[in-house]
Nanobody, 115 residues
Framework: QVHVVESGGGLVQPGGSRRVSCTVS????????MAWYRQAPGKERELVAG???????KYLDSVKGRFTISRDKAARTVYLQMNDLKPEDTAIYYC?????????WGQGIQVTVSS
């Protein structure tokens, strides 16, 4: 009922930039928290950045100053602008939208940082 779709993944050179997008549709209303997570092979999924109804944002320490999360409420889309990308940022990036006690996840998009 709640559909979460990410886009914008791909191969990026170290030091490069990429913007990924997450669009939500379906039976969801109001203002909701939205967040980007990532998971590298053999590692736990971790919160990269989150944006909340009051405008508060949170970032993983290793991406502070490089990544920026923002939201376009009318477009029902959250963005993650990633600058100065490093090989350590390589992972599958997932968008999460909690709604009525349930976490709704996108399928994930691969972001690979390599020369």
């Amino acid at each position: 009922q709640v559909h979460v779709v990410e886009s914008g993944g791909g191969l990026v050179q170290p030091g490069g930039s990429r913007r990924v997008s997450c669009t939500v549709s379906g039976s969801i209303f109001g203002v909701n928290p939205m967040a980007w997570y990532r998971q590298a092979p053999g590692k736990e999924r971790e919160l990269v950045a989150g944006i909340y109804p009051g405008g508060t944002t949170k970032y993983l320490d290793s991406v502070k100053g490089r990544f920026t999360i923002s939201r376009d409420k009318a477009a029902r889309t959250v963005y993650l602008q990633m600058n100065d990308l490093k090989p350590e940022d390589t992972a599958i990036y997932y968008c999460k939208v909690p709604y009525r006690g349930k976490d709704n996840w996108g399928q994930g998009i691969q972001v690979t940082v390599s020369s």
